[in-house]
């Protein structure tokens, strides 16, 4: 390649980078505008900001007081609530446990009741039921004799045939 051709493509290379220099140049000075107008929106907002910062951290500062006293109450509470439980359960256990006993003792109470009704019967059965049954097999006893003897010594023919029928 001969020099001229060379300086024509330095040329040409070094016009492109101007140009690019410019438009970039071009491009900052658009942003610095921009960045301008963007300090002055935020330094119109900038009071209004610290104010609501100051406000809020005043209001931060005022409830954290508060939120305080709230989470002792209810720790109390709590506390309180968790003793009341234990007296609650201790109590359950003891009704529990007495009413375990007493029931305990109840069936023991029933059990020996009716021992004693089943010997109260088994006493009636031996000592008052049987007696009366053997006196009433005495008075049938003498009775059938008193029969026997009242009606004399010969039985009636309708009768000897009705007492003989009986064991045929």
Known sequence: ?????????????TGVAAIALIIQAA???GLYKTSRSMREKVEMWTPKIHALMDSSLAAIEENKAKIGEITA??????DSASRQ??????????????????????????????GRVQQ????VHG???KPIREINGMAAGIRAAIQYFARGRRPSPDRATVDEEMFI
Do not use: P, Y
């Open 1 to 13: 390649m001969d020099n001229t051709a060379l300086l024509i493509i330095l040329a040409v290379f």
């Open 85 to 114: 439980v234990k007296v609650v359960e201790n109590l359950l256990a003891d009704f529990s446990g007495r009413a375990h006993n007493q029931l305990d003792r109840a069936e023991l109470v029933l059990d020996d009741a009716m």
């Open 127 to 129: 000592g008052i039921l």
């Open 120 to 123: 109260t019967v088994s006493l």
């Open 73 to 78: 109450k209810t720790s109390q509470i709590l």
């Open 27 to 29: 491009v900052m000075v």
